[in-house]
Every structure is written in C-alpha cells, then in structure tokens.
T-cell receptor
C-alpha cells in the first residue's frame, strides 16, 4: 500500500530563516508527487508536481526537489504569509487517488 | 481561486439525516474526485468520476454515494449520518483520468452532525 510520511509535524521559523520540509514515500510505480498548501478551513492549493527523480521546480520562495525515496520543499527567506500546512501527496500506477501525508504545519513569525 | 466550486460551504444536521453536497469542476475538466478530511484521518480519497462514469472507489462507506451528471457537476450523497461523519468534504477536478493529471481542489463543505 502507498505510504507518505511528512516531517516535521510542525515547524516554527522566524521571518527570513530558511528551512526544508521532508516528504518520504513508498509507492509502486510513482506517477507523480504533488505539493499543496492548505490554510485553515480552506481547500488545498496546488503548488508543484514532480514526476521523476532529479526534477526540481521553483515558485517564489519555494523550491521542490525529488529523489527516488523522498521530496523536499525548501523555503527560502520565509515571510509570515507563508504560514500554512504543507501537504505532500503521491499518485501511483493507474490509481485515481492521491495518497496524502499528514502535513507539516509551518508558522513564520516576525 | 482554483475554479472548482462547492456548495454549501457549511452544513449542520442531525444524526440519521441525509445531505447532498454539490461540486462544479473547473471549466473543461472531465474528472471529479471526492475526499474527506477529518482531524484524525487527514485527507482520504472517496471516489472518482470521469465524464459521467465511476472510475475508482476508495474508503467510501455504503451509506455514501455519488454521481456525475451530463453537465459534469457532481453530487455526493451522505445518508444515515453519524457523529463520526463530521468532517470537511472536498471535491477536486482534473482535465482527464490520467494518473499524472494535477487535481485542483475546491473550497470544501464543512459538515457538522449533531
């Protein structure tokens, strides 16, 4: 069965303090690894899709990378508005579903 | 704004009742997915429809059912509601049925069962 583990569960950073979030996965036949951002009570907002090991994608202060076993979401010089829960999900084989991790709650303070 | 719309935003009902949640996918998307998010379970896949046909089922209870209509909107029906059904219900859509397609999520419906 597909498994996704995210760490840490929670992370508190000061504004400008860069860090990385980890997503470890176990799947058979990865078709895509997806990063989403979710604000409290809102729907997940799509950030990135990574399809193969070695792939990297960037958007503003965020950069996602992928290896054969894990993905990292690097946050450079975060701002308070980056505070949210970041969710990692995988899709494997011909499966319809996304299998989600439990997320990393990020809080960025002034 | 993802372009996926869901109604209602909030729903409060009693145990044993039946409710219907509605979802309209992004313009041009043919796939609709339903997910449940509760505090202790995270986001769980319920069901996938593509162009009106059921494609896959996840951990969906027998008390729950869904359909996708010719205009591509979808409805999730929850019956004989229990306290444990209280959760956020999200709809997502994608262009096609491919497992590489990105799923875009709606704002969700918060269901409270009293």
């Amino acid at each position: 069965e597909d498994q996704v583990t995210q760490s840490p569960e929670a992370l508190r950073l000061q504004e400008g303090e860069s860090s990385s979030l980890n997503c470890s996965y176990t799947v058979s036949g990865l078709r895509g690894l997806f990063w989403y951002r979710q604000d409290p009570g809102k729907g997940p907002e799509f950030l990135f899709t990574l399809y193969s090991a070695g792939e990297e994608k960037e958007k503003e202060r965020l950069k996602a990378t992928l290896t054969k076993k894990e993905s990292f979401l690097h946050i450079t010089a975060p701002k308070p508005e980056d505070s949210a829960t970041y969710l990692c999900a995988v899709r494997a084989g011909t499966a319809s579903k996304l299998t989600f991790g439990t997320g990393t709650r990020l809080q960025v303070t002034l | 704004d993802s372009g996926v719309t869901q109604t209602p935003k909030h729903l409060i009902t009693a145990t044993g009742q039946r409710v219907t949640l509605r979802c309209s996918p992004r313009s041009g998307d043919l796939s609709v997915y339903w997910y449940q998010q509760s505090l202790d379970q995270g986001l769980q896949f319920l069901i996938h429809y593509y162009n009106g046909e059921e494609r896959a089922k996840g951990n969906i209870l027998e008390r729950f059912s869904a359909q996708q209509f010719p205009d591509l909107h979808s409805e999730l029906n929850l019956s004989s509601l229990e306290l444990g059904d209280s959760a956020l219900y999200f709809c997502a859509s994608s262009a096609g049925p491919s497992s590489t397609d990105t799923q875009y999520f709606g704002p969700g419906t918060r269901l409270t069962v009293l």
